[in-house]
């Protein structure tokens, strides 16, 4: 199959057939111009021949061209160089398409003056003539360089946009598990009637992770139903003094989400809106789509010493999970979301994605 932006190390059958066929173009596009001229009476096939006979000096004008000057000098941005050598490369070349048409085929059109070295004008017309001739594959040589160089550019920023989400993940996860088997240490030491429930919860959480989290995307209603299980794994910790709202809308639709993107919020919630609470806590997650778009909002109550210092309670709120969350972000949304934050009464924090 032709792919123009692919390049060949050796001289392939393949690439073979491309400069034929290329050049079998050239000529009778080049016999068609000429035979269609008023002033010249030759037909099709006669201006075939003579472009034959040129091809002698045109070809290896034009791959000196491409696979010498351009490569030593033009890729290199010496410019001066590659204009001054494709000039004179020119100007050689077209007195030698001269003598051929004079010496060789003897062609009533063709024929020039007797003193052929004196005929400047053929010559200059010629040279144009080559420099057009070599401006074609040239262009087609740069453009092949220039996408082949796009690409190879997005490789690498694919390959660190990999690397970098991977030890990102990396980070998130033990942060999580870190968190949640200290609570789970807690529960065990105090003879908590529900710590196998959570230990069931927890093995979810891990499975997840383990078995679905390894591909870049995945749907949202999984991402929300392991939003789930550690909700109610941290509901059965923090008991009835814990009120939480939780509501989805539009998760039955084939939604696309990075995994692992949605619970540093739900955690920090819990982290800063729960576990420093003294008494009674709330938490209100909202989570809605439409298929093109998500909308995840997550709010939670203050303790009374964080309303007391704004500030501090700002610094509280940016863990490792938000920093790493607010990073993937960047890396995978990056002008496709919207992240508000926002501390007063509550703490509130909301996303919006463009997924469509």
Request: aromatic residues 12%; proline residues 3%.
């Amino acid at each position: 199959m032709f792919r123009f932006d692919k390049i060949y190390v050796g001289w392939s059958a393949q690439r073979l057939a491309r400069h034929v066929i290329y050049w079998a173009c050239w000529m009778m596009f080049f016999a068609s111009i000429n035979s269609s001229y008023k002033k010249y009476d030759e037909g099709f096939w006669y201006w075939i021949n003579v472009e034959l006979w040129a091809m002698t000096v045109k070809l290896p004008f034009t791959y000196l061209v491409i696979y010498g000057l351009v490569p030593r000098y033009l890729i290199k941005k010496q410019y001066s160089i590659f204009m001054i050598g494709a000039l004179v490369l020119a100007i050689v070349s077209g007195i030698g398409i001269t003598l051929v048409h004079h010496f060789i085929t003897e062609m009533s059109v063709l024929k020039a003056p007797s003193a052929i070295w004196w005929d400047l004008a053929g010559i200059g017309y010629k040279t144009l003539d080559l420099i057009y001739v070599a401006s074609l594959p040239t262009a087609f040589k740069l453009t092949q360089r220039y996408i082949q160089q796009e690409k190879n550019t997005r490789q690498v920023i694919e390959e660190k946009l990999g690397t970098e989400l991977q030890l990102l993940k990396n980070q998130l996860q033990p942060h999580f598990l870190f968190n949640t088997l200290n609570n789970l240490y807690g529960m065990v030491l105090t003879n908590d009637e529900k710590t196998a429930d959570v230990v069931l919860r927890l093995s979810e959480i891990i499975s997840y992770m383990l078995y679905e989290c390894d591909q870049p995307k995945i749907a949202l209603s999984k991402e929300v139903e392991h939003l789930k299980n550690y909700i109610a794994l941290e509901k059965i910790r923090h008991g009835k003094r814990l009120l939480i709202t939780f509501e989805t809308k539009g998760m039955e639709g084939d939604q696309l989400i990075a995994p692992l993107l949605l619970l540093p919020f739900v955690e920090n919630a819990f982290k800063h809106g729960v576990a420093n609470h003294e008494q009674a806590a709330w938490i209100r997650i909202n989570i809605w789509s439409n298929g093109e778009r998500i909308e995840f909002m997550v709010e939670n109550g203050l303790a009374a010493d964080t309303l007391d210092n704004e500030a501090a309670a700002l610094v509280k709120h940016s863990g490792i999970g938000l920093e790493n969350v607010k990073k993937r972000l960047q890396l995978l949304y990056p002008d496709q979301h919207e992240l508000i934050i926002r501390q007063k009464d509550s703490f509130f924090v909301k996303l919006i994605l463009q997924i469509g």
